[in-house]
């Protein structure tokens, strides 16, 4: 059942600092440069983590996608939950048409996000507002972080009001905080800490790709 307690208006919250004190304090601190962890962008604590993936997709054949298990067995490598596009370089490189494959950074593509709300609804206690972050993206533009709060089914109304500059949201959490969801500005995927129930219905899903992440596994941009 889709979360629709709350109502499908929004609204900024006041204190945006102080909604995502929280968070921050939950965030393992970045230690190098080049090598990031799970927990460097969902909090630590937590059960279980997952990683979605975005599909692969070419601009030449939009209708035409590729899942990363896919892109790994044509590249003749292992798949796996720390899997980077480094190793699929060689696929990436040889699309049917066009240059090259790309996949989505800064945040999930469209259907990945819908089946996210449909799952999140399922595994959410009825009437919570969630809660919807923009902070890195904001601050590269000399911008204060901004926290939406609102229903889950929200967020497609959230993204458009807020603009395509920003991607994200970069993270959303319910007001239980039973599960925080993120995507870095320069990730090709999205990250879930949660239950390990709900960690099992992502993974089930049949329309996302999902794996479950160790905390400490290393995270990578495209």
Request: include cysteine.
């Given at each position: 059942m889709q979360n629709k307690e709350v109502a499908d208006k929004f609204m900024p919250e006041p204190d945006p600092e102080q909604v995502l004190s929280w968070l921050r304090e939950?965030?393992?601190?970045?230690?190098?440069?080049?090598?990031?962890?799970?927990?460097?962008?969902?909090?630590?604590?937590?059960?279980?983590?997952?990683?979605?993936?975005?599909?692969?997709?070419?601009?030449?054949?939009p209708g035409l996608r590729r899942t990363w298990r896919e892109m790994a067995e044509a590249a003749c490598v292992r798949f796996h939950g720390e899997l980077t596009s480094r190793l699929l370089r060689q696929e990436v490189l040889n699309p049917p048409v066009g240059e090259q494959w790309e996949t989505t950074e800064a945040e999930a593509d469209a259907d990945t996000r819908q089946e996210l709300v449909r799952i999140l609804s399922d595994s959410t206690a009825p009437g919570q507002a969630v809660f919807f972050s923009y902070e890195l993206g904001r601050r590269l533009n000399d911008e204060e972080p901004l926290v939406w709060k609102?229903?889950?089914?929200?967020?497609?109304?959230?993204?458009?009001?807020?603009?395509?500059?920003?991607?994200?949201?970069?993270?959303?959490?319910?007001?239980?905080?039973?599960?925080?969801?993120?995507?870095?500005?320069?990730?090709?995927?999205?990250?879930?800490?949660?239950?390990?129930?709900?960690?099992?219905?992502?993974?089930?899903?049949?329309?996302?790709?999902?794996?479950?992440?160790?905390?400490?596994a290393y995270i990578h941009g495209t």
């Open positions: 939950r965030l393992t601190p970045s230690i190098h440069a080049r090598h990031h962890v799970v927990t460097e962008v969902v909090p630590e604590g937590f059960p279980a983590y997952v990683r979605v993936f975005h599909p692969w997709w070419l601009e030449e054949a609102s229903s889950l089914s929200s967020l497609e109304a959230v993204r458009g009001h807020t603009g395509e500059d920003y991607g994200g949201p970069e993270h959303w959490w319910p007001e239980d905080r039973s599960w925080v969801v993120a995507c870095d500005w320069d990730l090709s995927s999205t990250y879930v800490a949660c239950s390990e129930k709900l960690a099992d219905y992502l993974i089930r899903s049949d329309r996302i790709e999902a794996h479950r992440v160790a905390p400490t």
